[in-house]
T-cell receptor
Framework: GAGVSQSPSNKVTEKGKDVELRCDPISGHTALYWYRQSLGQGLEFLIYFQGNSAPDKSGLPSDRFSAERTGESVSTLTIQRTQQEDSAVYLC???????????FGPGTRLTVL | AQSVTQPDIHITVSEGASLELRCNYSYGATPYLFWYVQSPGQGLQLLLKYFSGDTLVQGIKGFEAEFKRSQSSFNLRKPSVHWSDAAEYFCAVGLYNTDKLIFGTGTRLQVFP
C-alpha cells in the first residue's frame, strides 16, 4: 500500500475486555513504532521494532500492554483487561530505520467504557 | 531525562500574518529534531527535520525552523500563514543511537480569515 494503515479506525470496548489493534507498515520499512496520544497530551512512545532485533518495550505503561510483529510486516498491539485510562488514539509509524523519517498511520481511536 | 516543551498550547493568527511556534528541548547531546503537523482526522506528517549542518532548515509548505544550540530551541516559522495551515503542530526530539521520538504536547494553530 501507499502508506501505513491501521485497523480498526475506531474501537469501543467495555472495561476489562481485551483489544487488538493492527498496523500494516509501508512495505520495506524495517522499523515500526507504536505511540499513544491521549486527549490534550503529546505522543507517548510505547514500543519499537527494528528488523530482527529484540523490541524496545521501554514505553509500555503496564504489563497489560504487549505487541508483536511478524518479520518486517504486520504488528499487533494488544491491551488486556482494558481500563478507562487506556482510552486514547494509538498511532503506528514505520521507517526505513535509523535516521529515517517516520511515516504515521491514521491511528485507532480506542474508547473504553 | 529527555523532554520537549512547547509552551504555547493554542495560537491564533490572521491569514497572511507571520507565525512562530516555539519548541525547547532537554537532552544531553546534539539531538535530531523534527516538526510534525497533524490536521484534523489525519495522521502526522513530517514538515522538516534537523540532523546536522546548516542550522536553518527548510521544510514543506513554506515552513522553516532554526536550531539554536545555546537556547536549546528549534522554533518553527512561516512568513505568511494560510487558512489551510490550521492544525496541531508537534515538535519532537530523536534520541542519539535510537529511533525513539520524544514529542512535545503540541500547539494548536487557529487561522482567522
Amino acid at each position: 500500500g501507499a502508506g501505513v494503515s491501521q485497523s480498526p479506525s475506531n474501537k469501543v470496548t467495555e472495561k476489562g475486555k481485551d483489544v487488538e489493534l493492527r498496523c500494516d507498515p509501508i512495505s520495506g520499512h524495517t522499523a515500526l513504532y507504536w505511540y499513544r496520544q491521549s486527549l490534550g497530551q503529546g505522543l507517548e512512545f510505547l514500543i519499537y521494532f527494528q528488523g530482527n532485533s529484540a523490541p524496545d518495550k521501554s514505553g509500555l505503561p503496564s504489563d497489560r500492554f504487549s505487541a508483536e510483529r511478524t518479520g518486517e510486516s504486520v504488528s499487533t498491539l494488544t491491551i488486556q483487561r482494558t481500563q478507562q485510562e487506556d482510552s486514547a488514539v494509538y498511532l503506528c509509524a514505520s521507517s526505513l530505520g535509523r535516521e529515517g523519517e517516520q511515516f504515521f498511520g491514521p491511528g485507532t481511536r480506542l474508547t473504553v467504557l | 531525562a529527555q523532554s520537549v516543551t512547547q509552551p504555547d498550547i493554542h495560537i491564533t493568527v490572521s491569514e497572511g500574518a507571520s507565525l512562530e511556534l516555539r519548541c525547547n528541548y532537554s537532552y544531553g547531546a546534539t539531538p535530531y529534531l523534527f516538526w510534525y503537523v497533524q490536521s484534523p482526522g489525519q495522521g502526522l506528517q513530517l514538515l522538516l527535520k534537523y540532523f546536522s549542518g546548516d542550522t536553518l532548515v527548510q521544510g514543506i509548505k513554506g515552513f522553516e525552523a532554526e536550531f539554536k544550540r545555546s537556547q536549546s530551541s528549534f522554533n518553527l516559522r512561516k512568513p505568511s500563514v494560510h487558512w489551510s495551515d490550521a492544525a496541531e503542530y508537534f515538535c519532537a526530539v530523536g534520541l542519539y543511537n535510537t529511533d525513539k521520538l520524544i514529542f512535545g504536547t503540541g500547539t494548536r494553530l487557529q487561522v482567522f480569515p
